[in-house]
């Protein structure tokens, strides 16, 4: 169980401390958090809180929302993202991982500040062409602070509110302009699953030593009324982890995996039952593959 | 106007006649009618009914769910996709539409037989040879009846329960086994719009003649409780129709455009309103960019 990892996300209901307190209950060794809890009682705090308790840190999650064209906007994501580049090397924090966004004609929905120009502005070509820009933009913020910057390709179902970054040979694509301690990628089960390049993907990331994180979770059906939630706990859904899990492994990962999970159900349960779960699948259908 | 045609599905709570009557009162040319319309009333009599009113068939919709591993399921599903390309060549319709089915695992929740087996299999990777290979056991019966059949990847929404055929790059790769006036692609924007190698797909794909029907429909959100009829009029979302429409045509598609869309409101409009607006927004978003 030594690189099972508690990516807050998956207790979302709890505070940092008592995230603290569910992974080391169950004997994990490392803990992903989340930026808000990580704020909620401030870096240095949550720094000393998850040091003290003996845990790793796997990632930071999550900077990004990169595909602003609004140069004020643009100077604030960056902005954002260069403070969340300080925060996970304060956590020590060896990945940043980003959520790129979506197409400015869903900026609205998302709540983000927006333009009458956005509201139309579908042009999804540019708006990749933009995110990575704006990734190499912050690429010498994150040289200097020994922190790679993540690349979290999203499944389609979000391309156009939350992820125009798709597939992980996209995510290589644009890691290519930079080394491969700079920017990484993000294998999340979630989001590549369905990707008949997914294979051959993972095994150039690992190729090139880019795997940033390997994430586990399950694509479930029906799908949550807010479909953002309808992540499942590994085994509830229809994603063959042991599969995956054999090319993550093949590719050389040798790092952190962690259990991010969106769920109202999973929310909805005590923190130690929540991680005694993951505890339990991760050792029935990924560790087994590793 | 005259590419345009009147996917059956858009207009749901229609039967054939009614469909027809709603193409042909807003003076279209063509009708891309589902199966079940069809054997409503008979293929005979459909085919008369379409070929009196003066339309053309585009495609019809839809053979496939052929991922079964049980020998019976799998010959009662080819036998199924013969009599569709039977049915097809009566209507004169030059392709047979195929959503290829999802994985076993997701069969009892689609009402498909199945196994206690099947509940457990989640391996997409043989699923999708199966797959492969069940289009290929049709391709005798599709050649000797003129008939291609037309492979629909499908957003990864479906991978799961509907659709293990996800990218134009993995239908051109199954493709490529038969000859081009044997099996196609289907070009639908909802399925592709998300693709970061859609551009390169598409150009390769009319490269090798086998666009097999270019369908357009729109990703809108929220998704619909049912996801499978989240699918918006041209304009009502996030997809780009010029810069596609521009890839289809530059790939030299010079066939029939169907619009194909689920949508409980729009199946709630009288069809003549429904055709009077695919018509508008065809004429804005899609015909200038031919």
Same mark, same amino acid.
Request: aromatic fraction near 6%; include cysteine.
């Given at each position: 169980m030594s690189r099972l990892s508690l990516n807050t996300a998956t207790c979302k209901r709890l505070n940092l401390?008592?995230? +603290? %307190?569910?992974?080391?209950?169950? =004997? @994990? %060794?490392?803990?992903?958090?989340?930026? /808000?809890? $990580?704020?909620e009682v401030g870096v240095d705090q949550a720094a000393r809180l998850i040091s003290q308790a003996g845990l790793r840190v796997s990632t930071l999650c999550r900077g990004g929302f990169l595909t602003s &064209? %609004?140069? /004020?906007?643009?100077?604030?994501? @960056?902005?954002?993202?260069? &403070?969340? *580049? /300080?925060e996970a090397a304060t956590l020590g924090a060896?990945?940043? +991982? @980003? +959520? #790129? =966004? =979506? @197409?400015?004609? !869903?900026?609205?929905?998302?709540?983000?500040?927006?333009?009458d120009q956005d509201t139309t502005d579908k042009d999804l070509l540019a708006a990749r062409q933009r995110m990575a820009d704006h990734i190499g933009a912050l690429v010498p913020h994150a040289r200097e602070h020994g922190v790679r910057l993540a690349l979290e390709p999203m499944h389609p179902l979000?391309?156009? /509110? &939350?992820? +125009?970054?798709?597939t992980l040979a996209q995510a290589l694509a644009i890691a290519a302009d930079h080394r491969p301690e700079e920017v990484g990628v993000v294998v999340d089960t979630y989001h590549v699953w369905w990707d008949p390049a997914a294979a051959d993907s993972i095994a150039q990331a690992g190729a090139q030593g880019r795997i940033s994180s390997y994430q586990v979770c399950d694509?479930?059906?029906?799908l949550a009324a807010d479909p953002?939630?309808?992540?499942?706990?590994? =085994?509830d859904g229809h *994603?063959?982890?042991?599969? *995956?899990?054999?090319? $993550?492994? !093949?590719a050389g990962y040798t790092g952190d995996i962690e259990v991010e999970i969106f769920n109202e159900d999973i929310w909805a349960q005590p923190g130690a039952a929540t #991680?005694?779960?993951?505890?339990?699948?991760?050792g029935q259908l990924i560790e087994p593959y590793l």
């Open positions: 401390a008592q995230c +603290v %307190e569910a992974a080391t209950g169950q =004997g @994990l %060794e490392a803990i992903g958090p989340w930026r /808000d809890r $990580v704020q &064209r %609004e140069p /004020d906007q643009i100077a604030a994501a @960056l902005a954002d993202n260069r &403070r969340a *580049i /300080d060896p990945e940043l +991982v @980003l +959520v #790129v =966004g =979506g @197409l400015p004609a !869903a900026f609205a929905r998302m709540g983000l500040p927006h333009t979000f391309t156009a /509110d &939350r992820g +125009v970054l798709t694509w479930i059906l029906p953002l939630n309808s992540r499942g706990m590994m =085994g *994603i063959d982890f042991p599969t *995956i899990t054999g090319w $993550v492994a !093949a #991680v005694a779960q993951m505890r339990q699948r991760y």
